[in-house]
């Protein structure tokens, strides 16, 4: 029977946990807006960790550019807390997902205003049934 859970999944939990936890209380940098972490993917051989995010306020390019010159200091910190024989190098990616899925919800609502049914079908044969 195979694991449900690979060593570099647990490896990228970890990572997630921690690595949040170090940018919301240790880093100090005005730069860096609300940033949520929303996965990290660690390769096989451990050696890179791509590191997603969102951010609820603050600027995107100036987060990115802040996020990988901390990189290092957020690796060395990382070494401290996880007991790893080699640390991942980390990367940033902005995670665009939640703003698609926004503009998908807003497209949604938009299209039931058009058509004029913001009742459920069931609901309608409900009131014809009364």
Do not use: C, N
């Not at 995010?53 to 390019?61: F, H, I, Q, S, V």
């Not at 070494?79 to 902005?94: A, D, S, T």
């Not at 949604?108 to 069931?122: L, N, R, V, Y």
């Amino acid at each position: 029977m195979p694991k449900d859970f690979t060593r570099s999944d647990r490896v990228a939990d970890q990572i997630q946990r921690e690595l949040a936890e170090l940018i919301r209380l240790e880093l100090k940098d005005p730069r860096v807006g609300f940033v949520t972490l929303t996965g990290v993917e660690v390769t096989r051989d451990m050696s890179h960790a791509k590191v997603f995010y969102t951010l609820m306020k603050g600027d995107e390019a100036e987060t990115q550019a802040t996020l990988d010159r901390s990189s290092g200091w957020l690796r060395s910190q990382l070494g401290k807390r996880i007991k790893l024989f080699k640390m991942p190098e980390l990367h940033f990616h902005y995670d665009r997902s939640v703003e698609y899925g926004m503009s998908l919800d807003k497209l949604i609502d938009q299209a039931m205003e058009m058509t004029g049914s913001d009742k459920p079908a069931d609901a309608d044969d409900a009131d014809k049934a009364d």
